[in-house]
């Protein structure tokens, strides 16, 4: 379904309060506003560590002394250190393999090996070589997370049944979580390079086994640090790497044209519009805002805390220009749209609507509220599988 107005737009009337708010949720600004907060690559990092910091604290807090009430507690706990993780790993060692966290080389390096290091992530030279493959042959089978996809058991062309059955069996998979959590043991402590990366990583370990006899922490630990960064730390990256790209369009061909290229990412963009007039009765009226709120404050932004988080959500802004400012991405890549960039394409909703689009699940496309500009608009919104409606091969 083609949207005359954008989701983001019908929130428009809701309290100047709130749109700071709706935009960061969303990822999407409102026409016209300006930027609360301009952000910095420091200011994402410190960020991630405030976020890390407060999950371990709640978490802390609700186990002494260990209550009924202690259960929701801890899971809002787990989330905040999940997504702080996420937030360290997916934005800012990100960027580092790019460069762009800092403007020296060391300083990106420097930053790329202690966050890994701390989180038991693959080593910088290593990650960098993978990702800058990501970028040079996107989706293909040269990309590490085409092969890790695949390797979880993805298969395009699933019903949407088969595909849900698979998603969750992946999640909670001992097998999946053993195989990502002996790869970043293996490559940490047997297969880490140059040398100081592995006295980085013994040194870690070393201070952190002192760190637990000394306090006894170890039931904290298992707890607050290590269950959030395997079980939940993975759970979430898979979940984030699906919806990264329309992976299978193209049958994951190296070649692809600029605009092939284009199409095998999209904003995930997070929202519905709100309650229209066409809804009437205060009754219905009432109803219909209070599911669109609790939508949009705990579906789509735990979503954000969680798996898409910060400029996550503009990842085709990313692929199409790496070096922008993308401590600022929602508001770069508005940008871009406005001045008449035609390169990018975006699907509003939930993770359900990004994992159904990534994946090419089902038939069914209706529910997915896909705009894009200009041309590919026509393209994407038409229906049916992106690669039919790009005029290129089916899979
Ligand atoms: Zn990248
Ligand atoms: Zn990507």
Known sequence: MTQAVQPRETMGRLPRLVQPYLTWVTGVPLDGTYQLIRWSPNKAGVLGIIQIIGGIALGAWAMHPLAAVSIPTLILATLLTTGGMRRLDVVVVHQTLHRMFAKSDRVNRVVGELITTVMWRTPYDENRREHLLHHQFPCSMKDADTRYLL????????????????????????????????????????????????????????????????????????????????????????????????????????????????LLTFGRVCGEPVPGPEIEGAGDRARAWLVWWFRMLVVHSSYRMFVLVGDTVQHDLHHIHPNCDWANSAYVRSEDIATGSDRYSEVWGSMVDHLHEAGMVGPSRDQVLVRSTRAKAGELARGGSHAAAAGLRPI
């Open 151 to 262: 390797s979880t058991g993805m298969r395009p062309g699933m019903s949407r049944r088969e595909y849900r059955r698979y998603i969750w069996s992946a999640l909670l998979s001992p097998s999946h979580h053993w195989t990502f959590f002996s790869g970043r043991i293996t490559s940490n402590f047997v297969q880490a390079k140059p040398r100081y990366r592995l006295v980085m990583s013994l040194a870690f370990l070393a201070m952190t086994i002192g760190f637990l006899v000394l306090t006894g922490y170890w039931v904290e630990y298992l707890v607050l640090w290590l269950l959030p960064l395997s079980v939940c730390f993975q759970g979430a990256t898979f979940l984030y790497t699906h919806t990264e790209h329309r992976w299978w369009i193209f049958s994951n061909a190296e070649k692809l044209t600029k605009r092939e290229r284009d």
